[in-house]
């Protein structure tokens, strides 16, 4: 015989799996889809430096929204190994670039280095690769898919590197498409109003002309005038 407790929790299973089912049905749980169309993380580094001459990452932005941007005049090494100058970068939904003016290597310049990506295709510099001096080398690496990195550049010692200096690393992501709305199949009908406005009654501009048969009055003549004659008082009215 089966307790009723058993049969209790039996029921409470069944009507929290009915409510998860209602959840799903109406949406509630749509929060990864909707994490899925926001935009990915963009990010841009100025210039970094690992070894005997570290430096961070310096300017650094990273931002998935509204594009943001950072800038350094001068970024070098406390032990002088390298300095660059005119440093700049932003990144935002789907966008990332990063460049500086010039870079100096053990007092050699190996002139601009710039980096970018849009919507998820990164750009670089991809060219010869160059020597500094006999322990140096710089390498100018094609982009891979939505990273790229302007220089990398490696001053080697007696057992190998010691300094590496990265300029102007990107990566970005797609930016987020804006849902579409589908416009009505037919435009909304105006029907015109059934009734024409009122307007005023026409006025004639012919002189008033009287009716058929009927006279005009006549002027009035003047009373004759009494004759004057000899002896006779002239009579008046």
């Known amino acids: ?77 406390k032990a002088g190994t390298f300095t660059a100058t005119g440093v700049s970068v932003k990144a935002g939904a789907g966008l990332a670039e990063a460049s500086a003016a010039n870079v100096v290597v053990a007092g050699q310049s190996i002139g601009p280095v710039s980096a970018s990506c849009s919507n998820g295709v990164a750009k670089s510099l991809n060219k010869a690769d160059q020597k500094l001096g006999e322990k140096g080398t710089v390498k100018f690496p094609p982009a891979s898919g939505n990273q790229a990195t302007g220089a990398v550049i490696t001053i080697n010692g007696a057992s190998g590197p010691v300094q590496t200096i990265t300029v102007a690393q ?37 002189p008033t002309v009287p009716p058929t048969g009927t006279q005009q009055p006549k002027p009035e003549r003047p009373a004759p005038q009494p004759e004057s004659r000899p002896g006779n008082a002239v009579v008046t009215g």
Do not use: F
């Not at 509630?28 to 001459?53: M, R």
């Not at 416009?183 to 015109?192: A, F, G, H, I, L």
């Open 1 to 77: 015989m089966v307790s009723k407790d058993i049969v209790s929790a039996r029921a409470t299973l069944a009507s929290v799996a009915i409510g998860a089912l209602a959840l799903t049905s109406l949406g509630l749980g749509a929060s990864s889809t909707a994490a899925a169309q926001q935009s990915e993380a963009s990010s841009a580094v100025g210039i970094s430096a690992t070894g005997v001459d570290p430096v961070g990452a310096t300017p650094a932005v990273s931002s998935a929204g509204e594009i943001k941007s950072g800038s350094a005049g001068t970024v070098a090494g």
């Open 170 to 206: 990107v990566s970005c992501g797609k930016a987020a498409v804006p849902p579409t709305t589908t416009p009505p199949s037919t435009p909304p009908t105006t029907v015109p109003p059934t009734t024409q406005p009122s307007q005023p009654p026409a006025t004639s501009t012919k």
